[in-house]
């Protein structure tokens, strides 16, 4: 389908008090969608996870930038040992219906053992974890139960208020849908919420996100395609609460990081789907001007995604 249809149901959708909420439904058709949900979110936790060298026998807290509609991964980082977790989004997405439904798929041997090899409570102990909170009738128990806090939607100020200081910070595809000014802010934030010693690891996607799989996806364009765009033409197709990107490349996160005193442990690029590649005389002057320095045009379509680890020294 032409991305252009999308842009156009999605500009509609944006200017609805639950557009969100409806842009999200075809994905939730489904059959298996929550089960996906909760792998997806299951293999990413503790992938980003495993970079990291934390004690979890000493008090562990961790913040979550963009909750988006599911609440696994603070789950899993508290049965892991994390004393509190602290998610926050722009948007209050998580259900108790969903939750329920997701909950229920965790609670199985293949997590339960998966999650145990790393974590500071037996096998045992994580399943009565689960079934107390399987058991829970809303899900503010849930939340209470599990040491988490939920704000949606939120400002620094909610997150300052908390007066923790992390020892892990992450996200997961989130920043490519922050603009810049706010990256800014996030990132000298990021300094003093992190503990010496302590971890930021988060994954981020560099594509445009009408070539996404499902229905409306635009197989017939480049994952790169909006590059070609000024910032006025891409306000119009996707300047809006739901199909906002700011179309950054891993190299402006790498000044972020450096900008902030945040050393980059390692950075890890992938490609996972088949590429359309686009012409770097597409790429529109706009674009170039979001660097500082005038960036090696091939590396603004190196990557579709990527993971920065990085620690607080």
């Known amino acids: ?11 509609i959708l944006s200017a609805t008090r639950l557009g969100d909420q409806l842009n999200h439904i075809p994905a939730t058709l489904k059959k298996e969608y929550h089960q996906n949900v909760v792998r997806y979110q299951f293999h990413e936790c503790l992938r980003k996870y495993d970079y990291t060298n934390l004690d979890l026998n000493q008090p ?18 508290t049965l892991l040992g994390f004393k509190k977790v602290v998610t926050v989004d722009i948007d209050k997405d998580i259900t108790f219906k969903t939750f ?10 293949e997590f339960i053992d998966n999650i145990s090899q790393r974590s500071v409570f037996s096998a045992k ?19 209470s139960f599990s ?6 939607p939120y400002t620094i100020e909610d997150i300052e208020d908390e007066e923790i200081t992390f020892d892990y910070i992450y996200s997961q595809v989130v920043f490519e849908h922050i603009p810049p000014k706010f ?30 799989p499902g229905f409306f996806q635009d197989k017939k364009i480049s994952e790169y395609n909006f590059l070609r765009f000024s910032d006025k033409q891409w306000k119009f197709w996707a300047g809006n609460s739901i199909a906002y990107t700011n179309r950054l490349s891993y190299i402006y996160y790498h000044e972020l990081f450096k900008k902030n005193d945040l050393i980059i442990l390692d950075f890890i690029g992938e490609n996972y789907k088949p590429s359309i590649s686009l012409a770097l005389d597409q790429v529109h002057e706009d674009i170039i001007k979001k660097y500082k320095v005038s960036p090696d045009l091939t590396k603004l379509t190196k990557y579709q995604r990527g993971t920065f680890i990085a620690q607080n020294i």
């Open 100 to 109: 329920q439904k997701q909950i229920n798929f965790l609670n199985q041997s």
């Open 183 to 212: 990256l800014e802010v996030l990132f000298e934030k990021f300094r003093s919420w992190l503990k010496k010693g302590g971890f930021t690891v988060h994954t981020i996607n560099f594509v445009d996100h009408f070539t996404n």
């Open 125 to 143: 102990e994580i399943k009565n974890k689960l079934d107390f909170i399987v058991g829970c009738t809303s899900l503010e128990e849930a939340l």
């Open 1 to 11: 389908m032409n991305w252009r249809v999308k842009a156009s149901l999605q500009k």
């Open 147 to 152: 040491n988490i806090i939920y704000v949606a």
């Open 60 to 77: 562990n807290y961790a913040l979550e930038i963009g909750t988006g509609y599911s609440i696994i991964s603070p789950i899993i980082l």
